[in-house]
């Protein structure tokens, strides 16, 4: 209940469709010629019909309650029907507005309208056709069988079902009418205002004179209620409608005519009567909606024709107002359309090009540059032959003379059968760009040249290591790369020479795997197979999140620089080995002047004594004296010896803890120079994890260095393979470590090491005295041994001390 | 072997050399005269004397300049030079220089240099 009573329509409005509704019924009083039947033109159907169809439907039961009061309230006033008689005719009434209105609802959907001719007819055939036998038959039976004024079924229904269709006819358009447009204020105009004056003053005469008999055709009122319906339509239609029941009413009231027609029964005048509104009702309502669908389709059309008339301004102004120009060619190239922009930049209209014994096309032509105009030429002869699509750049002239840029593009138009009805072109000014490229490329040749003309090469590579440039001074000088050689590790095995290669390598992968900038010396090989040394520089180039983009190279030629290094580091070498000869011979000539001295005196009075003791008779006394003298000389000469010894004696124990591996380092890295110099490959190796050995790291360096060096030049009169190996090893409690060469080896592996013992022709004989007493005083021992399967090894071992393990 | 004693100079800065050489000399029957230095011979003058023998590496006058100086007054003086720096010896210059001792030198050798001497120089005289 409560959802019925939210559902309810105003008061206002359902007291306006009760009042509305006893009108109807005060009027189908009045109109009952029949005195007390109540059967006429039962206006409040359409008024009923017309509210439902208006109405939502959850209100319709309220819509039902109000018929019901007003009908009952209008019974007790004029009909005085029993009331469940009443009650069962209302029954009919609201089954038959009911029906009429879900039907129309049904067919005609929501919200009705009553636009056209075929929902006009609808709207009749359901409204005023089926609906009212709903009424006809529950009136008709209720009549009957209450027996009120002596009515039989068969007379009642037509009379009911004749009023009520009328009633539907003119009320309920009239009604939906006003109840759709309520709020719509459309104004009238002063000339539609007369026409409705007049049209009111000739329908009102005419109905007068022609419902007096003063005119005998009833029915000529017919041609004014047309048209009010054609002018008006529906509302001039059933303002019409009603106007002429009103009249009638009035003369039907007055009795003064008996209208219509001349029939002496008053039951055929009666539905005679009814037939005549009836079908002048449905008449007008036809007009009314050919009218009615006229007019919206005149509106439409003009709607449509003003949306078109849009369209066609805005595609206009589109085509004059974007920022390019567009043109048309006919197939055979003749322009026929320039837009605004075209026709400014130009100048002159497609109208304008219109020359004496000159196509268009020429006169076009005349406005491209001299130098472009064959081009565009040809190609546009091209695609017009070929209807392939027409793309070109070329220079074209403003009005004022400057050539600009253009980037045009015409594409041809086909017709149904695939010919080609027309050609649209499309044409930019793109002179900015192309000044923009032009100043760009010229920047960038400026650039090449730049890295051309430098005299450094230039490599670049992707992080995945393959290569992306090689400068012109590259491929020059280098040669460009193989076909298959397309990344950092093939070039760089290609070229590098294979000494250096690993080393080399090494160094680069390291330097991409970590992301740090790297630099390598090492040979190159040249377009022309010759090795030269060059130090190439690697640095990454980055976003600005960090992420490598690039890698690049750059390398100069170091070779005579690498020459000149050389010469200064043999030089230097020359120049200490000179000096340390000096010195040292400098050194033994002092101890051996030190040491002749005494001997010198040692001798001669050697020789004195002799002689003193040989003479006869043999001086005893000058013999003694000379032999204290001998005796004192030895002395002194052992003394100078003793001197020298203290002289070179380690005053100071220098020993440490030290890492052997550091030491072999730093030995290889003073001797790696000389190593390069005389083409000597070094073959390091240290076992891992070797445990720190007590010593003293200078000593022990020396010793390395001297032995590296002795195996060197064991090696200096091969011409090839001159490889030299050091491994160092743990064996046992001691380190060992061997230097192997493949030089002459060695005649007498027992003398080597004592002093004075030399094979070189310069030598002193002292190193390898002096490296086995520098092994031995640490506790270790130095040997020779022959190599297989030629050359020396040269071993020395140190020994791991149980409290450096500890 | 003359009746008369020949008279023998000996110079060296070395007193152990100079004291050796003046008894080598003495037992095989020379008069030796000893000086520690060159100057001091020249002090002393050469008259009466038969034979010098110099060391080289001495302070102040050296011996190839005090045997320069000596032959001045006596040209057919004999001089024999003895050094105990042995890389004097192989340098250019003294290459063909007569009479020159390394030390430590043979006794019997330099005697036999000396007498040798003392004979050609009597018969050159």
Request: hydrophobic letters at 45%; proline letters at 4%; a negative charge.
């Amino acid at each position: 209940m409560t959802g019925l009573w939210t559902q309810r329509p105003k008061f206002i409005h359902l007291g306006l469709f009760v009042a509305a509704y006893v009108l109807g019924c005060a009027f189908a009083q009045i109109l009952a010629f029949m005195p007390g039947t109540g059967i006429s033109i039962w206006l409040p159907s359409g008024l009923f019909i017309a509210t439902l169809l208006f109405a939502s439907r959850s209100t319709w039961a309220w819509w039902l309650l109000a018929g019901c009061f007003a009908e009952l309230f209008a019974n007790t006033l004029w009909f005085r029907s029993p009331l469940p008689a009443a009650f069962l005719i209302y029954l009919g009434n609201a089954l038959e507005a009911l029906i009429g209105a879900w039907l129309i609802r049904r067919v005609l959907g929501d919200p009705v309208r009553l636009d056209t001719l075929q929902q006009m007819l609808i709207f009749v055939a359901l409204g005023a056709g089926v609906a009212p036998i709903m009424a006809a038959t529950i009136g008709a039976a209720t009549v009957d069988g209450f027996d009120i004024l002596s009515q039989s079924f068969w007379t009642a229904w037509p009379l009911f079902w004749i009023g009520d269709a009328t009633g539907v006819l003119i009320v309920a358009p009239l009604a939906l009418a006003v109840l759709q447009n309520w709020g719509d204020r459309t104004q009238l105009s002063a000339t539609q205002w007369m026409e409705i004056c007049i049209l009111g003053l000739i329908f009102g005469g005419v109905a007068a004179l022609s419902l007096n008999h003063y005119l005998s055709f009833t029915y000529i009122v017919v041609p004014p209620l047309l048209w009010a319906a054609v002018r008006f339509e529906f509302k001039g239609a059933a303002i019409a409608l009603m106007f002429l029941v009103l009249i009638t009413a009035a003369f039907t009231m007055s009795s003064g005519g008996e209208f219509p027609g001349v029939s002496e029964s008053p039951k055929e005048r009666h539905i005679l009567l009814q037939l005549f509104l009836a079908i002048s009702a449905l008449s007008a309502m036809i007009v009314a909606a050919i009218s009615r669908q006229h007019r919206l389709g005149l509106l439409t059309l003009r709607k449509s024709m003003d949306t078109l008339r849009h369209r066609e301004w805005e595609l206009t102004q589109l085509v004059d107002v974007v920022p390019s120009h567009l043109w048309r060619l006919t197939p055979d190239g003749e322009p026929i359309f320039f837009n605004r922009r075209m026709a400014d930049f130009l100048g002159m209209g497609v109208a304008d090009i219109d020359r004496p014994n000159a196509t268009r096309l020429d006169a076009l032509i005349e406005a491209i540059h001299p130098v472009d105009a064959p081009g565009f030429r040809t190609a546009l002869r091209h695609s017009l032959a070929t209807g392939e699509p027409f793309a070109l750049r070329y220079r074209l002239r403003r009005a004022d003379g400057v050539y600009h840029w253009m980037s045009s593009r015409a594409d041809p138009l086909r017709g149904e059968d695939g010919r080609i009805v027309q050609w649209y072109g499309l044409c930019h000014d793109i002179d900015d760009q192309v000044h923009a490229e032009e100043a760009l490329r010229e920047r960038e040749r400026g650039l090449r040249e730049l890295l051309d003309a430098l005299p450094i090469n230039i490599l670049s590579f992707a992080p995945t290591r393959k290569m992306t440039y090689a400068s012109k001074r590259y491929i020059d000088k280098v040669g460009a790369p193989l076909v298959h050689i397309e990344d950092f590790d093939a070039l760089a095995r290609d070229v590098a020479h294979p000494e250096d290669f690993p080393r080399m390598f090494a160094v680069a992968s390291h330097g991409f795997a970590t992301g740090q900038p790297f630099v390598n010396r090492f040979r190159r090989r040249d377009k022309q197979g010759i090795y030269r040394w060059i130090e190439a520089r690697t640095q990454p180039q980055r976003d600005a999140s960090g992420t490598i983009l690039q890698w690049h190279i750059v390398s100069i030629d170091i070779e005579d620089e690498m020459h000149a290094q050389q010469a200064l580091r043999a030089a230097q070498d020359s120049l200490a080995r000179q000096s340390q000869a000096a010195s040292l011979a400098e050194l033994s000539a002092s101890i051996a002047h030190e040491v002749n001295q005494p001997l010198a005196a040692v001798i001669a009075n050697s020789h004195a004594c002799h002689r003193w003791l040989t003479a006869d008779p043999p001086n005893i006394e000058r013999a003694n004296k000379t032999v204290d003298r001998i005796i004192r000389d030895a002395n002194s000469a052992a003394d100078v010896v003793s001197r020298i010894r203290a002289l070179f004696k380690q005053s100071v124990d220098t020993r440490v803890n030290g890492a052997i591996e550091d030491i072999v380092a730093e030995a290889h890295n003073l001797i790696a120079e000389e190593a390069a110099r005389h083409r000597v490959l070094l073959d390091v190796e240290v076992d891992r994890g070797l445990p720190a050995i007590f010593m003293d790291a200078v000593q022990i360096k020396q010793v390395l260095v001297n032995l590296i060096r002795n195996g060197m030049e064991a090696m200096a009169g091969l011409a090839e393979d001159k490889r030299l190996s050091v491994r160092v090893s743990r064996i046992d409690n001691t380190v060992q470590i061997d230097i192997r060469d493949h030089g002459t080896g060695i005649e007498a592996p027992d003398r080597i090491f004592e002093p004075f013992f030399t094979t070189k022709e310069h030598g002193m004989g002292m190193g390898l005295a002096i490296c086995r007493s520098i092994v031995e005083s640490h506790g270790g021992r130095l040997w020779a041994e022959k190599n297989e399967p030629k050359g020396a090894v040269l071993a020395f071992t140190l020994p791991i001390e149980s409290k450096v393990l500890s | 072997m003359s009746n008369v004693k020949s008279v023998v100079a000996v110079v060296d800065d070395d007193p152990r050399v100079l004291e050796s050489l003046e008894e080598l000399l003495e037992s095989a029957g020379y008069v030796t005269r000893s000086f520690s230095s060159a100057g001091a011979l020249l002090a002393s003058g050469t008259s009466g004397i038969d034979l010098l023998i110099t060391d080289i590496g001495m302070p102040g006058m050296n011996g190839f300049e005090l045997r320069d100086q000596v032959k001045k007054a006596r040209p057919k003086l004999p001089v024999f030079l003895i050094t105990g720096r042995h890389e004097i010896v192989d340098q250019e210059r003294a290459q063909d220089i007569d009479g020159l001792f390394r030390k430590p030198f043979d006794g019997q050798v330099l005697l036999a240099a000396i007498a040798d001497a003392l004979q050609h120089k009597g018969n050159g005289e």
